[in-house]
């Protein structure tokens, strides 16, 4: 049985990103989105929460281990935040990336000095692994791993600090790490976790449905403008998480996600489509949900140019692709 993460786990993160992190702040918009406060993780050095994570699992290796170069697989956000940290720290970062990848990210990503390996997108992580092993450096997951999970939680700890009265936390839903992470931060707190997902990639939703880890096809994953949620499936660590502490999942179309990036826009919020999806499911909930004091995270704001120019432009709302 896997052991939950809590509160301790995610103050112990807290302090080794002291002065790395982004204390991001937590701002109440009006307008059409009156109501609503965002957790604005697109403020963080690389654009989106992952450095949290990254930086915190790679403070936990040892000198030698580190030294070897850091190594993961990302669609962006997490190996430009990895890239990132190996930068910072004076090591290698190698990142497999998948054809399917934002070429805006995955320039990011290269631009921080990080090796880049393309693959096919379901091959990303015995891919991530063979380099592992050939070089003998650490790998270092973008959600399914407890380093990164606790780094991850610490948005939901500066949420309920800056926010005690906070009701309410919608998280948008990839891997899990970010969700997992913050429902490990309010676990006991009485606040109501929500996950937001595209429906297109709405395994975590069928997965609270089902009792059980629910896969989706790459293809249909592929498909949603929310690049940085294309996850088939929930992780190992991730999934009891998001059963035992996360009170729901909803989906959102994608031409809802499409809009709540244009209120975001409008709003002041440079969202990319994946940092809309908690809003875009915020706007969805019931009345009765909607009106808790609650508060969306903004995971990131790497938005991909061609897709925004179509949305802020009133075209609609179109997938992109590597």
Known sequence: MTELLGPDDVAAAAVVLDGVAARTPVEDLDGDLAGLAVKREDLQPIGAFKLRGAFHAASRLDDGRRAAGLVTHSSGNHGRALAWVARRLGVAATVVVPDDAVEAKVAAMAALGARLVRVPADERESAAAAVAAETGGALIPPYDHRDVIAGQGTVGAEILADRPDVEQV?????????????????????????????????????????????????????????????????????????????????????????????????????????????????????????????????????????????VLGGGRSVPTSG
């Open 170 to 310: 919608v998280v948008p839903v990839g891997g899990g790490g970010l969700i997992s992470g913050i429902a490990a931060a309010l676990r006991g707190s009485g606040v109501r976790v929500v996950g937001a997902e595209p429906e297109l990639a709405g395994d975590a939703a069928a997965s609270k449905r089902a009792g059980e880890r629910v896969r989706f096809a790459r293809e249909q994953v592929a498909a949603t403008a929310a690049d940085g949620l294309r996850s088939t499936v929930l992780g190992e660590l991730t999934w009891p998480h998001v059963r035992d502490l996360v009170a729901e999942v909803v989906t959102v179309s994608e031409e809802e996600i499409a809009e709540a990036t244009r209120r975001l826009h409008r709003a002041g919020v440079p969202c990319e489509a994946s940092g809309a999806v908690a809003t875009a499911a915020w706007l969805a909930l019931p009345d009765g949900d909607r009106s808790r004091r609650t508060v969306a995270v903004v995971s990131g704001g790497n938005v991909d140019p061609t897709w925004l120019a179509g």
